[in-house]
C-alpha cells in the first residue's frame, strides 16, 4: 500500500502521521495540543458529569490535518494516535 507521503525543505521524503483519535478517558482538557496546533483541527468539548462539567479535546476538522504530529508530543497523557493516509 502506499501512503500519502510528503517532502522536507532539502527534500528529503517523509510520510505524515495523521490525527487518527484522541481517547477522552485520559484527556484533563489541559490545552496544550490546542495551543500547538496551527492548523484549526482541534477544539474543546464540555462533558457534563453528575454535577460538574469537564473539559476534553476532541477532533473538529480532520481534514486540515498535515500530520505534523506536534499535538501529540505536547500531550503528557498520551492521548492521541495517528495513522498514515493511503492514496
Ligand atoms: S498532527 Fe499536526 S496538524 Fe494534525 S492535529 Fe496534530 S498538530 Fe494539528
Ligand atoms: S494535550 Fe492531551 S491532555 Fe491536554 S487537552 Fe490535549 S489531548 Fe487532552
Known sequence: MSYITALTKNKQEWTPQFIKSIDEE???GCGRCFKVCA???LAFE???E???AKMFMKIE????CIGC????????????TFEPVSL
Do not use: P
Not at 476538522?61 to 486540515?64: E, I, K, L, Q, R
Not at 505536547?74 to 492521548?79: G, I, L, P, R, V
Open 26 to 28: 485520559l484527556c484533563i
Open 39 to 41: 492548523h484549526d483541527v
Open 46 to 48: 464540555e462533558l457534563d
Open 50 to 52: 453528575d454535577d460538574s
Open 61 to 64: 476538522n480532520d481534514g486540515n
Open 69 to 80: 504530529q506536534a499535538c501529540g508530543r505536547t500531550c503528557s497523557k498520551k492521548c492521541f
